[in-house]
C-alpha cells in the first residue's frame, strides 16, 4: 500500500480480516469491540485501536456506532511513531486528539476529506496518540455512551453527574481535563452533531429531530444551528445531501 485512505463504517456482527497495511481504528460515536491476535478492548470515542501488518483482527458490536478507518503504510512514518503505536495498540483519545478526528469525520461525512487534507492531517493525529501519557481508561465512557443514545433526554448537570458517579463540581473537573468542554458544552455540541446526521442520513421532518435531538421546537433547533454554525437546519440538509448524492 503506498497511499493513505480513509473511510467511515460501523460494525455489527463479527467480522475478521488481515491485510498488509497498518490501520487505525477511530471511534466518532458509540463503542465496538476489537480483538487483534487474541487481545481485546472495547473502543470508544475515548480510545482507539491500532493493527500493525499482518495482524489478524475482528470488531463487533451490539449497539448503533460509527468509526474512522485509516488505512496507511507503516514504512512511512518514522521508527519512533511505528514503535510507540505497536507499544499500545489501544490508545488513550486526548481532547486535542478527539477534535482531530471529530475534524476528520465532519469531511468525511461530507465526502470533503481529499488526499491533500488527509496527507496533512495523518502526522498530527498520529503525533498526537504517541505523544500522551498512558493513563487508566477514562471514568466517563460509559456517561459518554448512554449520553450519546438519549440525545433527546433532558440532560442537566446534577443528572448527569449522577450517570458518571461523580459529584458536579467533579463531573466539570473531569470534562475540563479530558474533554476541554463543560458538560453543558459538550451536550450542546453532542446534540448538534446527532441532528447534523440524522439531517444528512434521513429524511425525519425537521421538526422530529429537533424533539428528539432535546429541543423544545424546530425554531429553539434553528436558533442553536444559526448561532453555532451560522446555518439552519434546512439549508444544511440540502447542501449536505446534494454533496454525498
Known amino acids: 500500500m503506498t497511499s493513505t485512505e480513509i473511510d467511515l463504517r460501523s460494525y455489527d456482527t463479527p467480522f475478521s480480516d488481515v491485510h498488509d497495511f497498518?490501520?487505525?481504528?477511530?471511534?466518532?460515536?458509540?463503542?465496538?469491540t476489537l480483538d487483534i491476535n487474541g487481545h481485546g478492548a472495547v473502543l470508544h470515542p475515548l480510545r482507539a485501536g491500532f493493527i500493525a501488518p499482518g495482524l489478524v483482527h475482528t470488531q463487533f458490536s451490539d449497539a448503533p456506532n460509527a468509526?474512522?478507518?485509516?488505512?496507511?503504510?507503516?514504512?512511512?512514518?518514522s521508527p519512533r511513531t511505528a514503535g510507540l503505536l505497536a507499544q499500545r495498540p489501544?490508545?488513550?483519545?486526548?481532547?486535542?486528539t478527539a477534535k482531530l478526528i471529530d475534524f476528520m469525520g465532519m469531511l468525511q461525512g461530507q465526502g470533503a476529506a481529499s488526499a491533500a487534507v488527509l496527507a496533512n492531517w495523518t502526522p498530527l493525529l498520529l503525533e498526537s496518540l504517541t505523544s500522551q501519557p498512558i493513563r487508566p481508561a477514562s471514568r466517563l465512557q460509559a456517561a459518554l455512551?448512554?449520553?450519546?443514545?438519549q440525545p433527546g433526554y433532558?440532560?442537566?448537570?446534577?443528572?448527569?453527574?449522577?450517570?458518571?458517579?461523580?459529584?458536579?463540581s467533579r463531573l466539570h473537573r473531569v470534562?475540563?481535563?479530558?474533554?476541554?468542554?463543560t458538560p453543558q458544552a459538550w451536550l450542546s455540541a453532542m446534540r448538534l452533531r446527532y441532528v447534523c446526521r440524522q439531517l444528512v442520513e434521513s429524511s425525519l421532518p425537521i421538526a422530529q429531530l429537533a424533539t428528539q435531538a432535546g429541543y423544545a421546537d424546530q425554531s429553539a433547533l434553528t436558533h442553536?444551528?444559526?448561532?453555532a454554525m451560522d446555518i439552519t437546519p434546512l439549508a444544511y440538509r440540502?447542501?449536505?445531501?446534494?454533496?454525498?448524492r
Open 67 to 77: 468509526s474512522l478507518i485509516l488505512d496507511f503504510d507503516l514504512g512511512a512514518v
Open 90 to 96: 489501544f490508545a488513550p483519545v486526548s481532547a486535542a
Open 224 to 227: 442553536a444551528m444559526r448561532r
Open 175 to 181: 470534562f475540563r481535563e479530558q474533554l476541554d468542554s
Open 154 to 168: 433532558p440532560w442537566n448537570t446534577e443528572r448527569m453527574a449522577a450517570v458518571a458517579c461523580l459529584s458536579v
Open 238 to 244: 440540502q447542501q449536505n445531501q446534494t454533496i454525498i
Open 22 to 32: 497498518a490501520q487505525m481504528v477511530l471511534p466518532l460515536r458509540g463503542k465496538l
Open 145 to 149: 455512551t448512554r449520553f450519546e443514545a
